[in-house]
């Protein structure tokens, strides 16, 4: 007897092992007697057949490699090395275990390959994104004249639209045709599915058009599809027409669907949307809580974008991402801040996306303090390398009032694309200064990389803040040079370079030659240069224009009031406010924010809230005092021609910014830079008073207003008067 028990008479036969290896994945024959097991076993596994099932069984139930290794030691055995189904199975397994390479082995060992075989190699390089593999396994498929067969296509097309292999892929395609394929739903879905991420959507549609039985995927995958590349109406159109034809949608067309209401910004429809969704008991589906999410969050209603939002029990980075963006883009910047630490302290670990909007949110504040622990925290990130978060960073230290470090994070980045150096460009343009930008343009095309037309943007925009005219003109003329076709906002750039400089009427029949019909920006920069020179008619024309485009804009009700008001027309400002009245609406308060220690402090006019008020209205006093003292006289008539609250007062000494600057003199050390943010644009009063107290306190002043920065020192503002 062996030392195991067993003698060579009892040795089982050569079917026994596969059952103590179903019982322990071990080959450690410790039975004394075999026969235990019952004769049923040994019956039910006599063929070969059997033998083969029993294996996939077994296959089925591995779960590491050492197992597949001991049941390949097994097939040899048998002799079942070449057993065509045997190995498909393990090789599938294999995939599935992530031992693609050893199932790769076992392809190869494999003599003469059919296409069962072929498909479950594919398959498995194609579930692991092996892109590249999948594509040279066709190919060597192709040239052992193995033909392809439904199962083969699907992930060949995957693979090709994934490495945007076009050429390739109409190749499949054509074989698809030679092999009768073209009526087989699964395969021409792989065709639109191809040719949507390749960016071919309209003969992605020809292959939808022909399916003459269109499931739920076919369907999902032209619309998204569609929605992909800008078309969300059309998106809308075809969901319609699906439903129409019986098609049940399923959670990722819904997904798809709600994207593209948020992308037209359909807050009704999107909440119709959302109650189809509670319809099919889908609601608490993560990826559609998301899309529902961001739908909100993007029509303007954060709120409930967080209601939400707070109740999934996990949320997942892009939900994440949904409601931090969703905030950013209603103007939230605290509370996307809030959500941003919120998500570090619970070790979620933020993306890409996350710190861009983290970043825009902390450029929106103002805060330069906050943007120090922004850039701190990027730095110590595995993003820091990462040309879209310091690109954000660049456009965040700008709006922060610093371009100094605006520019070392520019000039760290040692690959500048066009877009890295168009946010440094737009930074000295928010600045007002059209030297420094027109420079910079010189050397990105001396780096020769193309501009675009954010590029001359910002261009116009420089040279439009600091009055350099011609230089204006010469950019965007040049524009065609480099392909670009101007957009409204290169239009309106220009009209308001022409109508600060008091060339009104010029600006006027640039309009009336532009080769496009003039949209409410453009019409909006004449209007704002007529308010500034009192043309009165022209401003009429051009406020006829803004209202037939856009009825809800207060503000374009407010500057043309104000032109009423300074021409003395009170018929007119009487006409304004009851035309404001019917529509519903409401002017915007004046609010300006200083950040001390960390900490913002927010003022409106006449605001005595502030736990410091009385502190702040007696260095108010003093420094009105000194300023009458030095021949500050204030333009009164200001007080006549704004309908803003914080412009009605005669004296103006308690305007939003004043509070703010006198809250920071009494609570920084002497010779502190103060930082401010204000949701208007600066008047004319405020803006000559602070002027002259940056000189009284020999203090610089960073004021960034709707429109720009002004930096005051020493009794003078770097716009040198010109906004």
């Known amino acids: 007897m062996s030392s195991c028990g067993i003698t060579l008479q009892q040795r089982p036969c050569r079917f026994f092992w596969p059952y103590l290896f179903f019982r322990s994945f071990k080959f450690e024959f410790c039975y004394s007697n075999p026969h235990h097991f019952g004769n049923n076993f040994y019956h039910s596994s006599d063929s070969p057949g059997s033998l083969e099932f029993l294996y996939a069984s077994l296959l089925e139930k591995s779960t590491e490699r050492n197992h597949l290794k001991q049941i390949h030691s097994q097939l040899y055995r048998h002799g079942l090395q070449s057993d065509g189904f045997v190995i498909t199975k393990f090789i599938r397994r294999g995939c599935d275990l992530t031992e693609v390479e050893y199932a790769r082995q076992l392809f190869d060992e494999f003599p003469e390959p059919y296409v069962s075989l072929w498909n479950a190699i594919i398959m498995g390089y194609s579930t692991h994104n092996m892109l590249d593999k999948v594509v040279d396994m066709y190919w060597r498929m192709q040239r052992g004249l193995v033909s392809p067969d439904p199962r083969t296509f699907p992930h060949v097309l995957k693979a090709c639209g994934g490495l945007a292999a076009e050429e390739i892929g109409l190749a499949v395609h054509a074989q698809i045709f030679r092999h009768g394929l073209e009526g087989d739903v699964v395969v021409q879905n792989g065709l639109v599915a191809f040719y949507v991420k390749c960016g071919k959507i309209d003969r992605a549609r020809v292959v939808f058009d022909g399916l003459n039985r269109k499931n739920v995927v076919s369907w999902t995958s032209i619309i998204s599809g569609y929605i992909q590349h800008g078309h969300p109406v059309e998106a809308l159109r075809l969901f319609r027409d699906m439903r129409g034809s019986g098609v049940k949608p399923d959670w990722i067309s819904l997904v798809s669907v709600g994207k593209a209401y ?67 883009k209603n103007g939230h910047a605290i509370e996307a801040l809030d959500l941003f630490y919120e998500m570090i302290s619970k070790d979620i670990q933020p993306d890409a996306v996350t710190l861009q909007s983290a970043v825009l949110a902390t450029a929106q504040l103002g805060s330069l303090e906050q943007a120090r622990l922004m850039d701190f925290y990027v730095k110590n990130s595995q993003f820091r390398d990462d040309v879209f ?75 439009s803040h600091s009055g350099l005219i011609d230089k204006g003109w010469e950019f965007f003329n040049s524009m065609k040079e480099f392909g670009i076709q101007p957009s409204q906002q290169h239009y309106a750039g220009v009209v308001d370079l022409l109508g600060r400089a008091g060339c009104v009427e010029k600006a006027y029949n640039f309009i009336t030659a532009m080769p496009v019909q003039p949209g409410v920006s453009v019409w909006g920069a004449l209007l704002s240069a007529c308010k500034t020179y009192r043309q009165v008619a022209l401003a009429e024309y051009a406020a006829e224009r803004i209202f037939a485009l856009d009825p809800l804009n207060i503000g374009h009700y407010v ?7 300074s021409s003395r027309m009170w018929d007119g400002v009487a006409k304004v406010r009851v035309l404001m009245k019917k529509k519903g609406l409401n002017k915007v308060l004046g609010c ?29 006093e003093w420094l009105e005092t000194r300023l009458v003292e030095c021949g500050f006289a204030p333009d009164k008539e200001s007080a006549l021609h704004d309908l803003d609250e914080e412009e009605k007062e005669a004296i103006l000494c308690n305007h939003s910014e004043r509070l703010a600057i ?35 306190v020999n203090r610089e ?23």
């Open 701 to 723: 002043i960073v004021v960034r207003d709707a429109k720009r920065f002004h930096h005051f020192k020493n009794g003078s503002c770097s716009c040198g008067d010109y906004w």
């Open 559 to 565: 500057q043309l009031s104000n032109l009423y008001a």
């Open 262 to 328: 948020s992308d037209i910004d359909d807050l009704e429809q999107g909440r119709c949307h959302h109650s189809l969704v509670m319809k099919m008991g889908l609601e608490f589906e993560p990826d559609l809580r998301i899309a529902l999410t961001s739908l909100y969050a993007k029509c303007g209603q954060v709120m409930a974008a967080k209601s939400l939002f707070d109740q999934m029990k996990v949320h997942n980075v892009i939900l994440w991402n949904a409601m931090i963006s969703g905030f950013v």
């Open 662 to 696: 006198a809250y920071g003199l009494i609570s920084t050390a002497p010779g502190t830079t103060l930082r401010i943010t204000k949701n208007l644009r600066a008047c004319v009063n405020c803006h000559s008073a602070t002027k002259l107290i940056s000189k009284l």
């Open 592 to 620: 300006s924010t200083i950040e001390i220690n960390g900490k913002l402090h927010a003022f409106r006019m006449g605001d005595k809230t502030h736990s410091r008020s009385e502190e702040i209205y007696n260095k108010l």
């Open 389 to 463: 978060v310091n690109t954000a960073l660049i456009d965040m230290y700008a709006k922060c009032g610093n371009l100094e470090l605006a520019r070392q994070i520019f000039n760290q980045i040692s690959n500048k694309d066009v877009v890295v150096w168009s946010s440094m460009i737009m930074g000295y343009a928010l600045h007002g200064l059209g030297k420094e930008a027109a420079d910079l343009f010189n050397e990105m095309k001396h780096a020769r990389v193309s501009p675009n037309n954010v590029t001359f943007l910002g261009l116009i925009t420089a040279c």
